[in-house]
Nanobody, 124 residues
Framework: QVQLAESGGGSVQPGGSLRLSCSAS????????MGWFRQAPGKEREFVAS????????NYADSVKGRFTISRDNAKNTVSLQMNSLKADDTAVYYC?????????????????WGQGTQVTVSS
């Protein structure tokens, strides 16, 4: 059973930065694609970023391009999301997800395992 644990959420003012991390308890981490999704209150879960198993393919939602950076460290079984120039609209619970499919997927149905989520609040 794969377990994913997010960390790094919190409160920040607009324009600030946060770095989210996700640790995966599984062997063969470099066989899996990873992704970040978010869900704001009253809204559906949406794609944020994804990265293929060897980091060769990376996708971002248009709303975060140029501000967020996804990366992974296969030696440490972690994937990170560096979030800069944060806006109030970025406020949401952020989820880490793992997929056994190759590539960098952008739909939540492609992912097999999910973390519990970490809250990010951007407010002045």
């Amino acid at each position: 059973q794969v377990q994913l644990a997010e960390s790094g959420g919190g409160s920040v003012q607009p324009g600030g930065s946060l770095r989210l991390s996700c640790s995966a308890s599984t062997s063969g981490f470099d066989n899996y694609g990873m992704g970040w999704f978010r869900q704001a209150p009253g809204k559906e879960r949406e794609f944020v970023a994804s990265i293929s198993r060897r980091s060769k393919i990376i996708n971002y939602a248009d709303s975060v391009k140029g501000r967020f950076t996804i990366s992974r460290d296969n030696a440490k079984n972690t994937v990170s999301l560096q979030m800069n120039s944060l806006k109030a609209d970025d406020t949401a619970v952020y989820y880490c997800a793992l997929t056994s499919r190759t590539g960098a997927w952008t739909v939540d149905t492609a992912f097999n395992y999910w973390g519990q989520g970490t809250q990010v609040t951007v407010s002045s």
